[in-house]
Protein backbone atom coordinates (compact mmCIF):
# COMPACT_ATOMS: atom_id res chain seq x y z
CA UNK A 1 0.00 0.00 0.00
CA UNK A 2 2.96 2.61 0.94
CA UNK A 3 4.07 1.87 -2.22
CA UNK A 4 1.46 3.84 -4.39
CA UNK A 5 1.88 6.87 -2.78
CA UNK A 6 5.36 6.91 -3.33
CA UNK A 7 5.04 6.19 -7.20
CA UNK A 8 2.50 8.72 -7.45
CA UNK A 9 4.59 11.51 -5.79
CA UNK A 10 7.83 10.74 -7.81
CA UNK A 11 6.10 10.61 -10.85
CA UNK A 12 3.87 13.90 -10.72
CA UNK A 13 7.44 15.44 -9.30
CA UNK A 14 9.32 14.17 -12.38
CA UNK A 15 6.81 14.98 -14.87
CA UNK A 16 6.37 19.20 -13.61
CA UNK A 17 9.61 19.78 -12.77
CA UNK A 18 11.54 22.23 -14.87
CA UNK A 19 14.72 20.33 -14.58
CA UNK A 20 12.73 17.85 -16.85
CA UNK A 21 11.02 19.95 -19.55
CA UNK A 22 14.38 21.47 -20.24
CA UNK A 23 16.56 18.30 -20.57
CA UNK A 24 13.30 16.82 -22.97
CA UNK A 25 13.67 20.27 -25.25
CA UNK A 26 17.33 19.29 -25.24
CA UNK A 27 17.00 16.11 -26.99
CA UNK A 28 14.00 15.23 -29.15
CA UNK A 29 12.59 12.06 -29.70
CA UNK A 30 14.11 10.24 -32.49
CA UNK A 31 15.81 7.14 -31.21
CA UNK A 32 11.95 5.78 -29.31
CA UNK A 33 10.13 6.65 -32.17
CA UNK A 34 9.20 2.85 -33.16
CA UNK A 35 7.80 2.11 -29.69
CA UNK A 36 4.70 4.03 -30.97
CA UNK A 37 4.37 3.52 -34.33
CA UNK A 38 2.18 1.11 -35.82
CA UNK A 39 3.41 -2.32 -36.14
CA UNK A 40 3.14 -3.68 -39.63
CA UNK A 41 3.10 -7.34 -38.57
CA UNK A 42 -0.98 -8.40 -39.28
CA UNK A 43 -0.36 -11.34 -36.55
CA UNK A 44 0.46 -9.41 -33.75
CA UNK A 45 -1.78 -6.78 -34.23
CA UNK A 46 -4.87 -9.13 -34.90
CA UNK A 47 -4.01 -11.14 -31.74
CA UNK A 48 -3.50 -7.90 -29.34
CA UNK A 49 -7.13 -7.24 -30.85
CA UNK A 50 -8.88 -10.24 -29.95
CA UNK A 51 -6.97 -10.65 -26.29
CA UNK A 52 -6.87 -6.83 -25.43
CA UNK A 53 -10.60 -7.57 -23.71
CA UNK A 54 -9.95 -10.47 -22.27
CA UNK A 55 -6.54 -9.32 -20.39
CA UNK A 56 -8.57 -5.66 -19.28
CA UNK A 57 -11.23 -8.68 -17.99
CA UNK A 58 -8.39 -10.76 -15.63
CA UNK A 59 -7.19 -7.48 -14.24
CA UNK A 60 -10.91 -6.26 -13.09
CA UNK A 61 -11.00 -10.20 -11.58
CA UNK A 62 -7.67 -9.32 -10.30
CA UNK A 63 -8.85 -6.46 -8.67
CA UNK A 64 -12.57 -7.47 -7.28
CA UNK A 65 -11.38 -10.53 -5.56
CA UNK A 66 -8.10 -9.01 -3.61
CA UNK A 67 -9.87 -9.17 -0.61
CA UNK A 68 -10.74 -13.37 -1.07
CA UNK A 69 -7.64 -14.88 -3.25
CA UNK A 70 -4.19 -13.53 -4.82
CA UNK A 71 -3.91 -10.39 -6.32
CA UNK A 72 -5.62 -7.03 -5.51
CA UNK A 73 -5.28 -3.52 -6.27
CA UNK A 74 -1.44 -2.89 -7.31
CA UNK A 75 -1.20 -6.04 -9.24
CA UNK A 76 -4.75 -6.29 -11.23
CA UNK A 77 -4.27 -2.09 -12.26
CA UNK A 78 -0.30 -3.05 -13.51
CA UNK A 79 -2.33 -5.57 -15.33
CA UNK A 80 -5.00 -3.19 -16.47
CA UNK A 81 -1.86 -0.77 -17.69
CA UNK A 82 -0.56 -3.49 -19.70
CA UNK A 83 -2.99 -3.96 -22.10
CA UNK A 84 -3.65 -0.32 -22.65
CA UNK A 85 0.37 -0.12 -23.32
CA UNK A 86 -0.30 -3.21 -25.40
CA UNK A 87 -2.96 -1.46 -27.37
CA UNK A 88 -0.19 1.49 -27.24
CA UNK A 89 2.37 -0.66 -29.33
CA UNK A 90 0.23 -2.33 -31.68
CA UNK A 91 -1.70 0.02 -32.85
CA UNK A 92 -0.02 3.27 -32.52
CA UNK A 93 0.32 6.43 -30.86
CA UNK A 94 -2.70 8.50 -32.87
CA UNK A 95 -5.20 5.54 -32.22
CA UNK A 96 -4.23 4.62 -28.63
CA UNK A 97 -4.55 8.49 -27.96
CA UNK A 98 -8.72 8.04 -28.32
CA UNK A 99 -8.66 5.63 -25.59
CA UNK A 100 -6.27 6.97 -23.38
CA UNK A 101 -4.95 10.26 -23.68
CA UNK A 102 -2.29 11.40 -21.10
CA UNK A 103 -4.82 13.90 -19.41
CA UNK A 104 -6.73 11.56 -19.16
CA UNK A 105 -4.21 9.31 -17.19
CA UNK A 106 -3.10 12.11 -15.27
CA UNK A 107 -6.98 12.51 -14.03
CA UNK A 108 -7.04 8.52 -13.54
CA UNK A 109 -4.35 8.70 -11.35
CA UNK A 110 -5.79 11.11 -9.15
CA UNK A 111 -9.10 9.80 -9.04
CA UNK A 112 -7.92 6.76 -7.70
CA UNK A 113 -5.84 8.70 -5.11
CA UNK A 114 -8.34 10.31 -4.29
CA UNK A 115 -10.78 6.90 -3.83
CA UNK A 116 -7.78 5.72 -1.36
CA UNK A 117 -7.29 8.61 0.52
CA UNK A 118 -11.05 9.41 0.57
CA UNK A 119 -12.24 5.78 2.71
CA UNK A 120 -9.18 6.29 4.45
CA UNK A 121 -10.20 10.25 5.58
CA UNK A 122 -13.80 8.51 6.42
CA UNK A 123 -12.63 6.61 8.37
CA UNK A 124 -10.67 9.12 10.31
CA UNK A 125 -13.66 11.26 10.59
CA UNK A 126 -16.05 8.80 11.86
CA UNK A 127 -13.86 8.17 14.63
CA UNK A 128 -10.97 5.20 14.62
CA UNK A 129 -7.32 5.52 12.90
CA UNK A 130 -7.14 5.97 9.02
CA UNK A 131 -8.42 3.21 6.85
CA UNK A 132 -9.97 1.48 9.98
CA UNK A 133 -12.53 0.12 8.22
CA UNK A 134 -14.78 -1.20 11.04
CA UNK A 135 -16.40 2.13 11.69
CA UNK A 136 -17.81 1.96 8.14
CA UNK A 137 -20.75 0.26 9.15
CA UNK A 138 -22.45 2.74 10.48
CA UNK A 139 -22.53 4.58 6.99
CA UNK A 140 -23.12 0.84 4.65
CA UNK A 141 -25.38 -0.56 7.46
CA UNK A 142 -23.90 -3.74 7.66
CA UNK A 143 -22.12 -5.77 10.50
CA UNK A 144 -18.27 -4.63 10.88
CA UNK A 145 -16.58 -7.27 9.25
CA UNK A 146 -18.88 -7.20 6.03
CA UNK A 147 -17.89 -2.97 6.11
CA UNK A 148 -13.91 -4.39 6.57
CA UNK A 149 -14.65 -6.55 3.65
CA UNK A 150 -16.21 -3.85 1.23
CA UNK A 151 -13.81 -1.11 2.49
CA UNK A 152 -10.71 -2.92 1.62
CA UNK A 153 -12.74 -3.50 -1.86
CA UNK A 154 -13.10 0.23 -2.15
CA UNK A 155 -9.66 0.54 -1.34
CA UNK A 156 -8.54 -1.90 -3.57
CA UNK A 157 -10.08 -0.22 -6.77
CA UNK A 158 -8.99 3.10 -5.94
CA UNK A 159 -5.17 1.73 -6.10
CA UNK A 160 -6.23 -0.21 -9.41
CA UNK A 161 -7.04 2.69 -11.19
CA UNK A 162 -4.37 5.52 -9.69
CA UNK A 163 -1.87 2.39 -10.41
CA UNK A 164 -3.52 1.84 -14.18
CA UNK A 165 -3.00 5.49 -14.78
CA UNK A 166 0.56 6.17 -13.71
CA UNK A 167 1.76 3.03 -15.27
CA UNK A 168 0.09 3.57 -18.83
CA UNK A 169 1.75 7.33 -18.25
CA UNK A 170 4.95 6.29 -16.97
CA UNK A 171 5.35 3.99 -21.04
CA UNK A 172 2.97 7.08 -22.61
CA UNK A 173 6.63 9.53 -21.44
CA UNK A 174 8.86 7.08 -22.36
CA UNK A 175 8.44 6.16 -25.48
CA UNK A 176 7.35 9.46 -26.50
CA UNK A 177 10.72 10.90 -24.73
CA UNK A 178 8.03 13.22 -22.78
CA UNK A 179 7.55 15.01 -25.68
CA UNK A 180 4.34 14.59 -28.43
CA UNK A 181 4.38 15.50 -31.64
CA UNK A 182 1.27 18.44 -31.32
CA UNK A 183 3.77 19.73 -28.34
CA UNK A 184 6.46 20.63 -30.44
CA UNK A 185 4.22 21.83 -32.98
CA UNK A 186 2.04 24.50 -30.58
CA UNK A 187 5.80 25.17 -29.40
CA UNK A 188 7.11 26.69 -32.88
CA UNK A 189 3.59 28.48 -33.60
CA UNK A 190 4.66 29.70 -30.40
CA UNK A 191 7.65 31.38 -30.84
CA UNK B 1 -4.58 -9.21 -112.82
CA UNK B 2 -5.44 -12.07 -111.04
CA UNK B 3 -2.66 -11.29 -108.37
CA UNK B 4 -3.30 -7.85 -107.78
CA UNK B 5 -7.15 -8.58 -106.85
CA UNK B 6 -6.41 -11.01 -104.86
CA UNK B 7 -3.66 -8.63 -103.45
CA UNK B 8 -6.42 -6.30 -103.30
CA UNK B 9 -8.61 -8.53 -101.47
CA UNK B 10 -6.21 -9.86 -99.05
CA UNK B 11 -5.14 -6.04 -97.90
CA UNK B 12 -9.29 -5.95 -97.26
CA UNK B 13 -9.87 -9.39 -95.27
CA UNK B 14 -7.08 -8.02 -93.36
CA UNK B 15 -8.42 -4.35 -92.93
CA UNK B 16 -11.24 -5.75 -91.64
CA UNK B 17 -9.67 -7.86 -89.27
CA UNK B 18 -8.22 -4.85 -87.99
CA UNK B 19 -11.20 -3.25 -87.61
CA UNK B 20 -12.53 -6.25 -85.87
CA UNK B 21 -9.49 -6.38 -83.47
CA UNK B 22 -9.61 -2.48 -82.75
CA UNK B 23 -13.41 -3.02 -82.11
CA UNK B 24 -12.82 -5.93 -79.75
CA UNK B 25 -10.34 -4.33 -77.87
CA UNK B 26 -12.59 -1.25 -77.52
CA UNK B 27 -15.11 -3.34 -76.22
CA UNK B 28 -12.74 -5.17 -73.98
CA UNK B 29 -11.55 -1.67 -72.37
CA UNK B 30 -14.68 -0.54 -71.81
CA UNK B 31 -16.45 -4.14 -70.52
CA UNK B 32 -13.11 -3.92 -68.24
CA UNK B 33 -14.06 -0.24 -67.29
CA UNK B 34 -17.77 -0.97 -66.52
CA UNK B 35 -16.57 -3.84 -64.71
CA UNK B 36 -14.27 -1.77 -62.35
CA UNK B 37 -16.73 1.04 -62.18
CA UNK B 38 -19.45 -1.16 -60.73
CA UNK B 39 -17.47 -2.82 -58.57
CA UNK B 40 -16.07 0.81 -56.94
CA UNK B 41 -19.90 1.47 -57.26
CA UNK B 42 -21.06 -1.38 -55.16
CA UNK B 43 -18.33 -1.07 -52.72
CA UNK B 44 -19.04 2.77 -52.05
CA UNK B 45 -22.50 1.52 -51.58
CA UNK B 46 -21.51 -1.27 -49.15
CA UNK B 47 -19.75 1.32 -47.61
CA UNK B 48 -22.33 3.89 -47.17
CA UNK B 49 -24.75 0.96 -46.42
CA UNK B 50 -21.75 0.46 -43.79
CA UNK B 51 -21.39 4.07 -42.42
CA UNK B 52 -25.33 5.13 -42.12
CA UNK B 53 -25.82 5.75 -38.88
CA UNK B 54 -28.57 3.87 -38.10
CA UNK B 55 -26.97 0.57 -39.10
CA UNK B 56 -23.56 1.56 -37.31
CA UNK B 57 -24.96 1.63 -34.36
CA UNK B 58 -27.07 -0.86 -34.41
CA UNK B 59 -24.26 -3.46 -35.41
CA UNK B 60 -22.29 -1.10 -32.42
CA UNK B 61 -25.04 -1.83 -30.43
CA UNK B 62 -24.86 -5.97 -31.27
CA UNK B 63 -20.98 -6.23 -30.57
CA UNK B 64 -21.52 -4.29 -27.39
CA UNK B 65 -23.70 -7.07 -26.29
CA UNK B 66 -22.23 -10.12 -28.01
CA UNK B 67 -18.91 -8.65 -26.21
CA UNK B 68 -20.60 -8.32 -23.27
CA UNK B 69 -21.87 -12.36 -22.89
CA UNK B 70 -18.76 -13.72 -24.18
CA UNK B 71 -16.91 -11.70 -21.46
CA UNK B 72 -19.28 -12.28 -18.72
CA UNK B 73 -19.05 -15.81 -19.54
CA UNK B 74 -15.43 -15.66 -18.66
CA UNK B 75 -15.89 -13.74 -15.61
CA UNK B 76 -18.08 -16.88 -14.10
CA UNK B 77 -15.12 -18.91 -15.46
CA UNK B 78 -12.47 -17.30 -13.59
CA UNK B 79 -14.65 -16.55 -10.27
CA UNK B 80 -16.05 -19.29 -9.66
CA UNK B 81 -18.45 -17.78 -7.37
CA UNK B 82 -21.93 -17.41 -7.92
CA UNK B 83 -23.19 -15.77 -4.93
CA UNK B 84 -25.06 -12.35 -5.94
CA UNK B 85 -22.63 -9.67 -4.82
CA UNK B 86 -19.88 -11.50 -6.90
CA UNK B 87 -22.24 -11.75 -10.03
CA UNK B 88 -22.99 -8.03 -9.73
CA UNK B 89 -19.81 -7.11 -9.63
CA UNK B 90 -18.95 -9.07 -12.96
CA UNK B 91 -21.82 -7.53 -14.56
CA UNK B 92 -20.28 -4.47 -13.95
CA UNK B 93 -16.60 -5.57 -14.99
CA UNK B 94 -18.02 -7.19 -18.03
CA UNK B 95 -20.12 -3.71 -18.66
CA UNK B 96 -17.18 -1.73 -18.32
CA UNK B 97 -14.79 -3.60 -20.75
CA UNK B 98 -17.46 -4.01 -23.39
CA UNK B 99 -17.77 -0.26 -23.21
CA UNK B 100 -13.79 0.01 -23.35
CA UNK B 101 -13.59 -2.29 -26.25
CA UNK B 102 -16.48 -3.28 -28.20
CA UNK B 103 -14.88 -2.24 -31.26
CA UNK B 104 -11.70 -4.66 -30.44
CA UNK B 105 -13.49 -8.19 -30.46
CA UNK B 106 -15.11 -7.70 -33.53
CA UNK B 107 -13.64 -5.85 -35.92
CA UNK B 108 -14.55 -6.70 -39.25
CA UNK B 109 -17.00 -8.62 -39.26
CA UNK B 110 -20.33 -9.14 -41.57
CA UNK B 111 -23.79 -9.07 -40.58
CA UNK B 112 -25.79 -11.72 -40.44
CA UNK B 113 -23.26 -15.01 -41.04
CA UNK B 114 -22.27 -15.94 -37.63
CA UNK B 115 -24.36 -18.82 -37.23
CA UNK B 116 -23.10 -20.30 -40.37
CA UNK B 117 -19.29 -19.63 -39.94
CA UNK B 118 -20.11 -21.36 -35.88
CA UNK B 119 -21.90 -24.63 -37.63
CA UNK B 120 -19.08 -24.82 -40.45
CA UNK B 121 -16.23 -24.24 -37.74
CA UNK B 122 -17.69 -27.17 -35.56
CA UNK B 123 -17.81 -29.16 -39.03
CA UNK B 124 -14.21 -28.84 -39.75
CA UNK B 125 -12.76 -29.28 -36.31
CA UNK B 126 -12.42 -32.58 -36.49
CA UNK B 127 -10.41 -32.37 -39.90
CA UNK B 128 -7.80 -30.01 -38.24
CA UNK B 129 -7.68 -32.09 -35.03
CA UNK B 130 -6.78 -35.14 -37.30
CA UNK B 131 -4.68 -33.23 -39.28
CA UNK B 132 -2.60 -31.95 -35.93
CA UNK B 133 -2.56 -35.87 -34.74
CA UNK B 134 -1.12 -36.98 -38.04
CA UNK B 135 1.54 -34.09 -38.07
CA UNK B 136 2.55 -34.97 -34.55
CA UNK B 137 2.96 -38.51 -35.15
CA UNK B 138 5.00 -37.55 -38.44
CA UNK B 139 7.41 -35.42 -36.19
CA UNK B 140 7.58 -37.69 -33.04
CA UNK B 141 8.74 -40.27 -35.99
CA UNK B 142 11.20 -37.28 -37.78
CA UNK B 143 12.63 -37.07 -34.26
CA UNK B 144 12.94 -40.53 -32.69
CA UNK B 145 14.32 -42.17 -35.99
CA UNK B 146 18.28 -42.16 -35.66
CA UNK B 147 18.96 -41.02 -38.83
CA UNK B 148 16.77 -38.18 -38.10
CA UNK B 149 15.54 -37.57 -41.66
CA UNK B 150 14.72 -33.72 -41.47
CA UNK B 151 14.83 -31.38 -44.58
CA UNK B 152 14.35 -28.33 -43.12
CA UNK B 153 12.73 -25.48 -45.66
CA UNK B 154 11.42 -21.74 -45.90
CA UNK B 155 8.17 -21.83 -48.14
CA UNK B 156 7.12 -18.90 -49.68
CA UNK B 157 3.48 -18.59 -50.75
CA UNK B 158 0.49 -16.24 -51.98
CA UNK B 159 -2.16 -16.58 -49.93
CA UNK B 160 -5.90 -16.59 -51.79
CA UNK B 161 -7.35 -15.61 -48.37
CA UNK B 162 -8.42 -11.73 -48.17
CA UNK B 163 -9.14 -10.85 -45.02
CA UNK B 164 -6.80 -10.23 -41.86
CA UNK B 165 -8.64 -12.65 -39.81
CA UNK B 166 -8.56 -15.39 -42.13
CA UNK B 167 -4.82 -14.69 -42.67
CA UNK B 168 -4.54 -14.84 -38.75
CA UNK B 169 -6.57 -18.07 -38.71
CA UNK B 170 -4.63 -19.52 -41.25
CA UNK B 171 -0.87 -18.52 -39.85
CA UNK B 172 -2.17 -19.90 -36.40
CA UNK B 173 -3.40 -23.10 -37.95
CA UNK B 174 -0.13 -23.21 -39.53
CA UNK B 175 2.01 -22.78 -36.66
CA UNK B 176 -0.64 -25.21 -34.49
CA UNK B 177 0.35 -28.02 -36.65
CA UNK B 178 3.30 -29.20 -35.70
CA UNK B 179 6.72 -28.85 -37.99
CA UNK B 180 5.32 -26.10 -40.15
CA UNK B 181 5.89 -22.36 -38.26
CA UNK B 182 4.28 -19.02 -39.60
CA UNK B 183 6.99 -16.72 -39.55
CA UNK B 184 5.72 -13.97 -41.60
CA UNK B 185 2.69 -12.32 -43.47
CA UNK B 186 3.83 -9.60 -45.60
CA UNK B 187 0.82 -8.49 -48.10
CA UNK B 188 -1.11 -11.48 -48.00
CA UNK B 189 2.48 -13.68 -49.33
CA UNK B 190 2.62 -16.55 -46.28
CA UNK B 191 6.94 -17.11 -45.52
CA UNK B 192 6.48 -20.67 -43.74
CA UNK B 193 9.29 -22.77 -41.95
CA UNK B 194 8.85 -26.66 -42.75
CA UNK B 195 10.98 -29.25 -41.07
CA UNK B 196 10.69 -31.68 -44.14
CA UNK B 197 9.72 -31.84 -47.36
CA UNK B 198 6.20 -34.19 -46.31
CA UNK B 199 4.50 -31.56 -44.31
CA UNK B 200 5.90 -28.95 -46.96
CA UNK B 201 3.92 -30.56 -49.05
CA UNK B 202 0.67 -31.14 -47.42
CA UNK B 203 0.87 -27.77 -46.98
CA UNK B 204 1.60 -27.01 -50.54
CA UNK B 205 -1.78 -28.96 -51.41
CA UNK B 206 -3.90 -26.12 -49.94
CA UNK B 207 -6.21 -27.78 -48.32
CA UNK B 208 -5.82 -26.02 -44.92
CA UNK B 209 -6.42 -22.72 -47.27
CA UNK B 210 -9.64 -24.21 -48.55
CA UNK B 211 -10.81 -25.28 -45.54
CA UNK B 212 -10.25 -21.89 -43.87
CA UNK B 213 -11.67 -20.10 -46.73
CA UNK B 214 -14.96 -22.32 -46.35
CA UNK B 215 -15.21 -21.90 -42.81
CA UNK B 216 -14.82 -18.02 -43.17
CA UNK B 217 -17.12 -17.59 -46.06
CA UNK B 218 -14.49 -16.28 -48.20
CA UNK B 219 -14.60 -18.45 -51.27
CA UNK B 220 -18.48 -17.57 -51.33
CA UNK B 221 -18.47 -14.54 -53.32
CA UNK B 222 -17.32 -14.49 -56.81
CA UNK B 223 -15.98 -10.99 -58.55
CA UNK B 224 -17.48 -10.00 -62.13
CA UNK B 225 -13.63 -9.89 -62.75
CA UNK B 226 -12.97 -13.58 -62.16
CA UNK B 227 -15.73 -14.62 -64.80
CA UNK B 228 -14.91 -12.49 -67.43
CA UNK B 229 -10.98 -12.72 -66.97
CA UNK B 230 -9.60 -9.79 -68.92
CA UNK B 231 -6.13 -10.38 -68.63
CA UNK B 232 -5.90 -13.74 -70.53
CA UNK B 233 -8.34 -12.42 -73.27
CA UNK B 234 -6.06 -9.49 -73.63
CA UNK B 235 -3.30 -11.19 -73.28
CA UNK B 236 -4.52 -13.85 -76.37
CA UNK B 237 -5.28 -10.61 -78.06
CA UNK B 238 -1.70 -9.14 -78.30
Not at chain 2, 5 to 22: G, M, N, S, W, Y
Not at chain 2, 103 to 112: A, M, S, T
Not at chain 2, 120 to 144: E, K, T
Request: proline content about 3%; overall charge negative; aromatic content about 10%.
Amino acid sequence: MIRLPVICYSFLVARYSNEYQETSNEQPATSNETMTQVTDDIIIRTVARILIPFIQLYALYVIMHGHHSPGGGFQGGVILGASFILYLITHGLEEAKIRMSEVKAGLFSSFGLLIYSGIGLLCLILGSNYLDYGKLSAILRVIPAQARSLGILGVEIGVGIAVMAVMFSIFFDISTGGILPEDEEGGQEGR
Amino acid sequence: MEVTVLIQTADKAFEILEKAREEARELLYSAAKLTSEAKSLAEKRETRAFLSGAQQSRVALRNFAITFLILFGFWILLSGRFDYFHLALGVICSLLVAYLSYDLLFFNVRLGDFRIRARRFFQSAPWFLGQIFSANLHVAYLALSPKMPIDPQILRFKTKLESDISWVAMANSITLTPGTITMDIREGEFFVHALDKKVAYDLNTGEMEDKIAHVLMEADHVYIQDVLDVSRIFGALK
